[in-house]
C-alpha cells in the first residue's frame, strides 16, 4: 500500500500521535463502567462549548453518515415535508436522503460554488411549511463556507426544526448552536477533530427531544436512547471506549488552544493556501474569497492537466490532495487544511510540491 509523507486530504484528517495513543492502552467495559459515563458527560461538555450550546449531545459510534441518517429518521415520519437548503453534493445529498427516507422534499438549490441567499430560503419555508429545514455549514466537496444565523431566525418564524451539518467546519470555525437555533448539529469525528472516523455527535434542542420522542424511531442509529443514556447508565450498545477517551483529548485540545485562536489558525492557513494557488495562476472554485472556507480549499483543476494526470505526479512526490465528487468530478480538486492539517509548515510543503509539479509540466 503507498503511503504519503504529505497528507492534505479533508478528511480523514491525519491522527497526530498523542491521539493515536488513547487508542493503545487498555480500557474497561464501556457500558458497565463509572468511569465511561464520566468521560462520556466530559465529552459532551466540551463539545457544548465548543459549538456554543448548552443543548445535550449525543455521541455515537460510527462514521460521521451515522450523524446524518440518525437526526433524519428520528424526527420525521414518511410523508413529512422537508425544505433542503442545498448548495453543494452533501446539501443536495440530505435532500436525496430523506426523499428516500419517504419525506415529501422540495430543495431550495444555489450554485456549487455559491452560498444559499436567505430571502429565497425565507420564500421557500413560508410557502412550504416544512417541518424540518435542512442546510450544510461547509461544503466539504466544493470547499464553500455559508452563513447560517440568518436561516436559523428563518427557522423560527416559521416554527419548524433546523437540521444543519457541520461535519467539515465544527472546532475549525465558529459554529453558534444556540444563537443560530440549530435544533439538529451534525459532527463527525474524522475532520477537525483529527480522529478516526469512530465518532459522529448530533446536538440535540429541547425541541428536537420532544419530536424525537413523538416519532419513536427505533435502530442502530436512534438518537432517543442517548436523551437518557448517562442518566440511566443505560447505553445501547457497547460503546467506543477507545474512541471517546480520543474525542476527550482531542476537545481538550482545542479548548486548551482557545477557540479564537484555533479559528484564526485555520483562517490563516486557508488564506495562506489561498494565496499560494493564485500565485500559481490556479483558480479558485468558490466564486468569491468571502465565502472560502477556512477548513478545506477547492480549485479548478487547470486547463492543460487532467487530474488523473495532476493526482498521479502529486503522489510520485509525496503529496496527497483530494479531486472532488459528482458534478465537480475531474474538474476540482481539494486541499483540507482542517485540525491537524491547519498546519501552514504542512501545507507550505503541500503548496511547493504542487508548484514544483506545475513547473516540471507533464
Ligand atoms: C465528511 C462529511 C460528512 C460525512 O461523510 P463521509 O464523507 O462519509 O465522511 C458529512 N457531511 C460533510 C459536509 C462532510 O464533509
Redesign the pocket.
Known amino acids: 500500500m503507498q503511503t504519503y509523507d504529505v497528507g492534505l486530504v479533508p ?1 480523514p484528517v491525519s491522527v497526530p500521535p498523542e491521539l493515536r495513543a488513547a487508542y493503545q492502552v487498555n480500557y474497561g467495559s464501556s457500558d458497565l463502567e463509572e468511569e465511561f459515563f464520566s468521560l462520556y458527560q466530559r465529552c459532551e461538555s466540551h463539545l457544548g462549548k465548543i459549538l456554543a450550546t448548552r443543548n445535550r449531545i449525543s455521541i455515537q459510534s460510527g ?3 451515522i450523524a ?1 441518517w440518525s437526526a433524519l429518521k428520528s424526527v420525521l415520519r414518511p410523508g413529512d415535508r422537508v425544505l433542503a437548503v442545498a448548495n453543494g453534493v ?1 446539501g443536495y445529498g440530505i435532500g436525496n436522503m430523506a426523499r428516500q427516507l419517504g419525506m415529501a422534499v422540495e430543495t431550495v438549490g444555489f450554485g456549487y460554488d455559491d452560498v444559499p441567499d436567505p430571502q429565497q430560503v425565507r420564500e421557500a419555508a413560508k410557502r412550504f411549511s416544512p417541518r424540518l429545514v435542512t442546510a ?1 455549514h ?3 466537496p466544493s470547499g464553500t463556507l455559508a452563513s447560517l444565523k440568518e436561516i436559523g431566525e428563518i427557522c423560527r418564524e416559521v416554527d419548524t426544526l433546523f437540521y444543519v ?1 457541520f ?2 467546519s465544527g472546532g475549525g470555525v465558529e459554529v453558534r448552536v444556540d444563537d443560530w437555533h440549530i435544533d439538529l448539529g451534525l459532527l ?1 469525528s ?2 477537525v477533530l483529527s480522529m478516526p ?1 469512530d465518532l459522529a455527535m448530533v446536538t440535540v434542542s429541547e425541541r428536537a427531544w420532544s419530536i424525537v420522542e413523538e416519532v419513536g424511531y427505533v435502530g442502530y442509529d436512534a438518537l432517543a436512547p442517548w436523551k437518557a443514556a448517562v442518566a440511566d447508565r443505560r447505553l445501547p450498545y457497547t460503546h467506543n471506549w477507545h474512541a471517546m477517551a480520543g474525542l476527550h483529548l482531542a476537545t481538550r485540545f482545542i479548548l486548551h488552544d482557545g477557540l479564537p485562536p484555533v479559528f484564526q489558525r485555520h483562517e490563516a492557513v486557508a488564506a495562506y493556501c489561498r494565496k499560494r494557488l493564485q500565485q500559481m495562476g490556479i483558480e479558485l472554485f468558490p466564486v468569491r474569497d468571502a465565502i472560502c472556507s477556512p477548513t478545506v480549499t477547492a480549485a479548478k483543476v487547470p486547463a492543460d492537466w487532467s487530474w488523473v494526470e495532476l493526482d498521479q505526479a502529486l503522489r510520485f512526490r509525496g503529496l496527497v490532495l483530494a479531486g472532488s465528487y459528482g458534478p465537480l468530478a475531474s474538474k476540482v480538486f481539494r486541499i483540507g487544511h482542517m485540525g491537524s492539517q491547519a498546519n501552514r509548515d504542512l501545507v507550505e510543503r503541500g503548496m511547493d510540491i504542487l508548484e514544483a509539479v506545475f513547473e516540471d509540466g507533464k
Request: aromatic residues 6%; charged residues 25%; proline residues 6%.
Open positions: 478528511g462514521e460521521g453518515m446524518l452533501f450544510v461547509c461544503e466539504t451539518d461535519v467539515s463527525g474524522q475532520k472516523p
